[in-house]
């Protein structure tokens, strides 16, 4: 499929009361006699359709807004699309922490941990959150999807789903290499290289890759005497392509080697911590200085194949495989408490020291099997899809702290199948009308085994849910669609891999649902230069897992009920051939309204609180301009990302407080026959702020989010 400047593609609410939904920047593009904004083809309900007439909360950028909008990780996506934040752990500088309408995950870096947010790479879930770099891949389109997606999707997906596609190989040759440098002494390479490798064009092959290298200087370690910041990346994916009269198969292999000088904390001043939340002093001066003595680094590698094959069966069916393997070693270490002066210590020499240190070692091997049946019945009344999943995770992880100089070491050996029958009908009662009617039955069994300070844990538990889904969508007019929908989401129940007990640690917390409302319209006017689609939402949590830590450093998790609800809203316009504008924005409210633990450290501490990563509101407005030159194109733009601040941490302590931010990107570009020159800038004034912070007595630390930076690149494609 061959995906169109889709400046940001749209949104699409699907539900009962919901989706502003922002962000569809759909680029457009001029035909001969008129200018309209172009639909972007999507497959958020497994087949694809227009996403202005798919009625799922969607926001999806094509492979020429990747480029320009400069998508290198999935964080980045924090930027363009609505309601949504992706940010790093605070476990190694590879893993990322998803959040989609406030829901996400408490601990991504420890393999007990599951998130809300399922990953998908070519339709595979990612179990590991480190498993999300997209630099070494040819990328056709991403689709990031709001709202439980508990029917259709793998597992665990109760906020919503990022799927990542790659580009199918095609029949003609293609050709695509880019060179560039970058801030900090970046070099980095990118390539793709494809086509037929049969005399019939029906066997095609690709390969994809890329090699980057950066140097020192995101952040100053005072204590060291060194700047930090280090990185190498190597990845690639090939790609074998088979399309038969009846039949088609993708198989595929992939490799990825991230390393780097790690993650790195910066500590506030525990003992001025008072005022406003923005008067905590860091006790380097700034959060780009360091003061921890302690070498913190990240080493990520991941390799896996996977193998697609689909079947026409005649009269509108198919059925189609897909079969996933892959392997991922993750290894980290981190100083928490970014370092604390002796003086503080009344220890009387000068310098500082590390007081909270853990390193950890980790392993996973997953598998996944997926049989669907899709198609249309009864003179088209009916489109259907259904079908069976199994996954399968094992990993080991060994953690070796010390906590005020008091060392520690937990050994986790878990093991996860999880077991699906999904379906999905649509009933096409009028050309106008429709219901689709869908449900989900998924069962977990996850077994842990492990040792805490000496101490063995085993345990063995099942939890399994039905989450259903309706909703009606009516056609007004061939620009105006509505939209309601009542939608369920589920995350099985799981176990605290930073507890600090045996006790704690075997005993699983409870699963977690979610019932979602939603209501909104996509609409098209002034002959389709103009589109404006909105929606509103209502999330209602059940024994929502929650994280916090005590003053003593014990780390707990607890169940919370929990209530949010906003609404999302994006315009996008081609006010001439050469100029095109979009914004969205994002408002909202949420609160912990319940708890369902017993017996906890904190039972009951965080009613009333604002939900994690949830802030109240979020706008963005961007620009594209285009003009022929000379014997070439001139195309610039940039974009500009206001959100409030918000908590990352679920006591709303301050120590997690977030303030509001104002990050602008912008690129510029000259291509000429073949050949493309690119000059391109993310958060541009350079603010300096962080992601998120956790705390408990002298232990105050936040981590930086990433300063300006900047890439210049020459492209040539054949």
């Not at 770099?133 to 997906?157: A, C, H, K, M």
Request: avoid cysteine; proline fraction near 3%.
């Amino acid at each position: 499929m061959t995906m169109k400047r889709s400046h940001f593609s749209a949104i699409a609410g699907t539900s009962l009361l919901s989706v502003f939904s922002a962000g569809s920047l759909v680029q457009a593009q001029e035909t001969a006699s008129n200018l309209v904004i172009e639909n972007i083809v999507v497959t958020a309900q497994r087949r694809a359709e227009s996403i202005q007439e798919t009625p799922v909360s969607i926001t999806a950028l094509g492979s020429d807004d990747i480029e320009k909008f400069q998508i290198d990780n999935v964080k980045d996506l924090s930027q363009v699309a609505p309601n949504v934040l992706f940010r790093t752990v605070t476990g190694g500088s590879a893993s990322i922490a998803p959040y989609i309408r406030g829901g996400g995950t408490s601990d991504g870096s420890n393999i007990t941990s599951e998130a809300e947010v399922g990953v998908y790479i070519d339709d595979i879930y990612q179990p590991r959150s480190a498993a999300s770099f997209i630099e070494g891949l040819n990328v056709e389109r991403i689709e990031v999807l709001r709202g439980p997606q508990g029917t259709l999707y793998g597992r665990n997906s109760s906020a919503g789903a990022l799927k990542i596609i790659s580009a199918t190989p095609t029949e003609e040759l293609t050709f695509k290499n880019e060179i560039g440098i970058g801030r900090w002494e970046e070099f980095y390479d990118k390539f793709y290289v494809g086509g037929s490798v049969s005399e019939d064009g029906r066997l095609r092959a690709g390969l994809s890759g890329m090699y980057r290298d950066r140097d020192v200087g995101r952040q100053e370690n005072l204590t060291l005497d060194r700047e930090v910041g280090e990185e190498e990346f190597k990845g690639f994916q090939a790609d074998l392509y088979y399309e038969g009269d009846a039949f088609t198969a993708r198989l595929k292999g992939f490799y990825s080697d991230f390393d780097s000088d790690g993650l790195w904390a910066s500590a506030l001043d525990p003992f001025s911590m008072t005022g406003s939340y923005e008067d905590f002093p860091f006790t380097s001066g700034a959060i780009d200085k360091l003061l921890s003595p302690y070498e913190s680094y990240t080493t990520d590698k991941q390799y896996g194949t996977s193998l697609h094959l689909s079947f026409d069966l005649g009269e509108s069916m198919s059925l189609s495989s897909i079969t996933s393997w892959s392997e991922l070693e993750d290894d980290w270490a981190v100083g928490f408490s970014g370092g604390v002066a002796n003086a503080a210590l009344g220890i009387p020499f000068p310098g500082y020291i590390e007081l909270f240190e853990r390193e950890s070692v980790s392993d996973q091997d997953s598998f996944t099997q997926e049989l669907q049946l899709q198609g249309e019945a009864f003179d088209s009344f009916v489109d259907y899809v259904g079908g069976l999943y199994y996954f399968r995770e094992t990993g080991t992880q060994a953690l070796e702290s010390a906590i005020f100089f008091g060392p520690s070491s937990t050994l986790f050996d878990i093991t996860t199948d999880s077991y699906a029958a999904f379906g999905q009908v649509s009933l096409n009662f009028t050309d106008s009308l429709a219901v689709i009617l869908g449900g989900r039955y998924t069962e977990d069994k996850k077994q842990l085994d492990a040792m805490v300070g000496g101490l063995p844990v085993n345990s063995d538990d099942n939890f399994s849910e039905f989450t259903p889904k309706a909703a009606v969508e009516y056609q007004f007019s061939d620009d105006i669609l509505m939209f309601a929908s009542y939608t369920e989401g589920f995350k099985a129940g799981g176990y605290n891999g930073l507890a600090s007990t045996a006790e704690a640690l075997g005993t699983a917390f409870e699963p977690q649902t979610v019932e979602a409302w939603e209501v909104g319209f996509k609409s098209e006017w002034w002959d389709n230069r103009l589109r404006l689609n909105l929606a509103g939402f209502f999330n209602e949590y059940a024994s929502l897992q929650q994280q916090a830590v005590t003053n003593e450093g014990v780390f707990i998790t607890e169940n919370y009920d929990a209530e949010h609800k906003g609404i999302e809203a994006e315009i996008s316009v081609q006010l001439s051939s050469s100029l095109y504008v979009w914004a969205n924005g994002v408002y909202q409210d949420s609160e912990y309204t319940d708890t369902t633990a017993s017996g906890g450290i904190s039972t009951g501490s965080l009613i009333g609180n604002q939900m994690t990563n949830v802030f109240d509101y979020q706008f963005a407005i961007g620009f594209d301009y285009t003009r022929d030159i000379g014997p070439g194109t001139l195309s610039f733009g940039a974009n500009v990302n206001e959100r409030d601040d918000l908590f990352s941490t679920s006591d709303n302590a301050p120590i997690g407080h977030v303030a509001s931010q104002t990050l602008v990107d912008a690129y510029v570009s000259y291509g000429w026959d073949r050949w493309k020159l690119a000059l391109s800038g993310k958060n541009l004034t350079d603010e300096k702020y962080w992601n998120t912070g956790f705390g408990f007595s002298v232990v105050q630390p936040r981590f930086m989010a990433d300063p300006m930076t900047w890439r210049l690149g020459l492209s040539y494609q054949l």
